[in-house]
Structures are given as structure tokens and as C-alpha cells.
């Protein structure tokens, strides 16, 4: 809990316990969609609606204390904002996002000498893929 108040403290955000909850169910699964995180919130939070927890994903978003993910063919994901930078890895037999780290200078490189004057200020590299998981119970079933 403490990390989580930390994160809060750096922004004018009050740290309900609502936010709190959420920044929590973040960090526990590293990449989450916003209904897993109502679900999983609605045991301790009977009262809590969808719509606060997606107002409070909103808020947390435009404060950067959280990342969406927008994932083809799948809800979207956040993560905790302030990581080491990295590009994801998603299974698209299971859903799952895995973190992979890559250099992207050499993209960057490219962008900048095809674009002149563009200034890129963001890059999010999206791999898609069978998982090392799948892979085996695929072999397995075979
Ligand atoms: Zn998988
Ligand atoms: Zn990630």
C-alpha cells in the first residue's frame, strides 16, 4: 500500500481508497482491463459502480499515474505509468500481455530520416504471438 500512496503523493489527486483499490488490483497484475478491475474491487467495494471505476481510470490516466494499453482485439489494458520503458508482447490465443524490452533507437533513427521535422515524442511497439504457455499445451495436445 505504501508504494501506492507514494505515487498519489506526487500528483494533487486525493488518495481515496477507491483509487487506491485501483492502483493496487494495476500493480498486482501488471496489465489489467477496467473490467477485471471492477470485478475484482466489487467484493471489497459492494456499492462501487462501473462507471466510478472507469471515472477514476479516467482520472488516474490524465494525471499519468497509469498507461493504457490499446490492445488489437482486446479490451484495453493499463499498467502503472512510471516503469522502466518497454514494448509488449500479446498472446492472441490467451490474451496475455507480457513486457519485452526492445531498443527501439534504430526505429526511431528511421522515423526521423524518412519524416523530416517530425518530432516523435512517443513510441508503443505491439508484438502479437502465441506465448510460450500456449505453445506447450499446444504441443502437448498434439
Ligand atoms: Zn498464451
Ligand atoms: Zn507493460
Redo the contacts with the bound molecule.
Sequence with gaps: MEKVKKLLENTALKATPQRLSILKEIIKSGHIDLDSIYKNLSKSFPSMSLATVYKNIHTLKKHHLIKELSIENEKSKYEIAAQKEHSHFV??????VIDVEVDKKDLLAQVENNANNFDVQSCDVYFYG??????NSAKRSN
Design positions: 498472446c492472441t490465443q490467451c490474451g496475455s502465441v506465448c510460450e504457455k500456449c505453445k
